[in-house]
Every structure is written in C-alpha cells, then in structure tokens.
C-alpha cells in the first residue's frame, strides 16, 4: 500500500473522476511502434494506483504488452465534461483467486468460459502519471462559452479544472535515485 498523503488524494480524486465510466480506452505499441487502442473493461482501481482489467494471453494486446510495457488509459465522459489520462507499465499475470474475484459477467462474450478460460489472464497497469480535466459546468454553460468566444473572436475559456497528478516516480526517475 502506498504510504504518501499526497498519492492517496490523487488515488481519490482519480477514483472520483472515474467513478461510473466502465470503459477506458487502452493504448499500447505494436511492432512498428505505432500507437494501438481498444476499448477495454474497466474492472478496479486499486488503493496502490494499479488499474485492473482482463485480457486475452494469446491476444494482440498481450503481445504488444510483450514488445513495450508503456501504456496510455483514457477514460471521458462529455455528458459531465471530465476527461482523464493515465499512463503506466502493463503486465500479464495469472492469480486465480483475484480472476474470480474481479470476473464481471459482461466478459462472457471475449471469454465463454468465464473466470476458468485458460486464455483469461489478468492485466495489471502501475499509473505512476494522470492527468485530468473537469469542466466543472454544465453543457449550457460550455456551449455559452464556445459561443461568445466565436462572436467576439477572442479564445474560449469554459473554466474548470486541470490538475496533473505524479502517483509514483517512474521506473527512470526511480533507476536514477
């Protein structure tokens, strides 16, 4: 468990701009290191800033995981105007006990077999960066912005938050200490 202060608000506050979006959007490298994203389940974020989902062993996105374990996760929601971006390292991993406890039904069509499908391995991305941003107003207020800005050709400024968090140093930052 991650002992700092300061992460644990950022787990929180993550948590909070994350809460009720299911899906995120998973970016990895393929071979020619060109970006790659798929929509994935979004199944915990843990207290020790690891995001969990599941994913095939024998898949593409295992053999990306494979080539360069660097991953982008992003998640929106317009209807509240928040959008969040997480990068970190991914990893395959294998804990039945864990399987069963994350397992989410929704799965059923990439896994038939359920928690036992022996291509079900669970991927397990460290966040050590995240950004976000919160418009912090309705869309009314938004589109008024938009809006006013085009008639009076001066930029739009809607408001809102933008916060960067560090969740832990990074593996370079780590290696250099």
Do not use: C
Request: charged share 25%.
């Amino acid at each position: 468990m991650i002992d700092d202060i300061a992460t644990r608000d950022a787990m929180m506050a993550l948590r909070a701009k994350i809460r009720g979006l299911d899906t995120a959007m998973l970016t990895a490298m393929d071979r020619r290191y060109m970006p790659s994203s798929r929509p994935m389940i979004s199944l915990l974020l843990d207290d020790d800033g690891v995001v969990w989902f599941f994913a095939a062993s024998d898949g593409g996105l295992a053999e990306r995981i494979d080539i360069n374990p660097r991953v982008s996760i992003t998640y929106s929601d317009a209807a509240r105007g928040v959008y969040v971006s997480l990068s970190g390292y991914a990893r395959l991993m294998f804990d039945p006990d864990r399987i069963f406890a994350l397992w989410d039904s929704r799965l059923a069509t990439w896994f038939p077999q359920g928690p036992t499908d022996a291509r079900l391995a669970l991927l397990r991305v460290e966040i050590d960066h995240a950004e976000y941003w919160d418009a912090g107003s309705s869309k009314m207020v938004q589109l008024f912005a938009l809006a006013r800005a085009a008639l009076t050709g001066q930029v739009a400024h809607a408001g809102g938050e933008h916060r960067r968090l560090a969740v832990r140093p990074s593996r370079v930052e780590r290696q250099s200490t």
